[in-house]
């Protein structure tokens, strides 16, 4: 019994040191790519209006070598947003997941609400 309890020590560190390095193998990989391209994993919603496009984001943001959890809401006049966008029409949506793109509006821009890279974006309008 006590031979069974070491080996099963043995096996849960070893399966320890596993998981935390693959895990920091992972973490410097997303770091890196970080410096070229923008991730988000989190809730993406869009509104349309007359004469305004809104998104409003939640979740992780990661992008010019740092890592955010924020919460930020970008407005575009529907010219600009067509223009940024393509010539795909805005839509409304709602949904989770993960996205990549130009997202620095959503994660680099700070306002007196962030403390410790904590926080959240209002009305940032893009012009």
């Known amino acids: 019994m006590v031979c069974s309890f070491h080996a099963f020590l043995r096996w849960a560190v070893s399966s ?16 890196l790519r970080s410096y070229t ?9 869009r509104t349309v209006s007359l004469d305004t496009v809104t998104e409003y ?13 924020a919460k930020a809401d970008f407005s575009w006049t529907r010219q600009q947003f067509v223009s940024d966008h393509g010539p795909l029409q805005p839509h409304e949506e709602d949904r989770f997941g993960w996205s990549s793109g130009s997202l620095k509006p959503f994660f680099d821009e700070r306002d007196e609400s962030f403390l410790l890279d904590f926080g959240s974006n209002t009305n940032y309008v893009q012009h």
Not at 16 to 31: E, Y
Not at 37 to 45: C, K, L, P, S, T
Not at 57 to 69: A, E
């Open 16 to 31: 320890a040191v596993v998981a935390s390095t693959l895990l920091c193998v992972v973490v410097r990989a997303l770091w």
């Open 37 to 45: 391209v923008n991730d988000q994993v989190g809730r993406i919603r």
């Open 57 to 69: 984001r939640s979740g992780l943001f990661s992008g010019g070598g740092r890592i955010s959890i």
